[in-house]
């Protein structure tokens, strides 16, 4: 289980001017062999400021199975991520509900235009002496920008 602390932020995130959905695949398990054996797999969601003088809030963290199923959100409350901060959340190996076709939606908000967040899910799995690792990014799906005072 991991054990990261986030600072976590009383915000409206209705009433940020710049909002954006991510929607970033990931897999608890893959397919192998003949395509009845699957391999287990952790993966690590990472969300990124790639930014040196900008933060944003994380607001929502939902993970689904491939069945489009909710099946966890992360957080409680509104976190910040600071000026090149980063935060990640874990999907156990031991998690088999999700599946091959898992995903999280990840929900931001600024105050202002910022750079966009690098988000992105690492999965590695071993067994045996066999091992495989990947990452894919996320993609955004809807981003809002409901204050021309926000554009840098």
Not at 23 to 42: C, E, N, Q
Not at 71 to 88: C, F, G, Q, T
């Amino acid at each position: 289980m991991q054990k990261h602390r986030y600072q976590s932020v009383c915000i409206d995130a209705k009433a940020m001017p710049v909002r954006a959905e991510v929607y970033v695949p990931v897999y608890s398990d893959i397919y192998h062999i003949d395509g009845t054996r699957k391999f287990a797999l952790t993966a690590t969601l990472s969300i990124r400021n790639a930014s040196t003088t900008d933060i944003f809030y994380v607001y929502s963290i939902e993970y689904y199975d491939s069945d489009g199923r909710l099946l966890r959100n992360y957080l409680d409350s509104a976190i910040i991520v600071k000026p090149m901060h980063s935060v990640e959340f874990v999907v156990e190996n031991k998690e088999s509900d999700g599946g091959a076709g898992a995903n999280f939606i990840v929900k931001w908000v600024a105050e202002k235009k910022v750079t966009n967040p690098v988000i992105q899910a690492v999965m590695i799995g071993t067994e045996s002496k066999q091992g495989i690792s990947f990452a894919v990014d996320g993609i955004t799906t809807n981003y809002v920008c409901n204050d021309s005072a926000a554009i840098k």
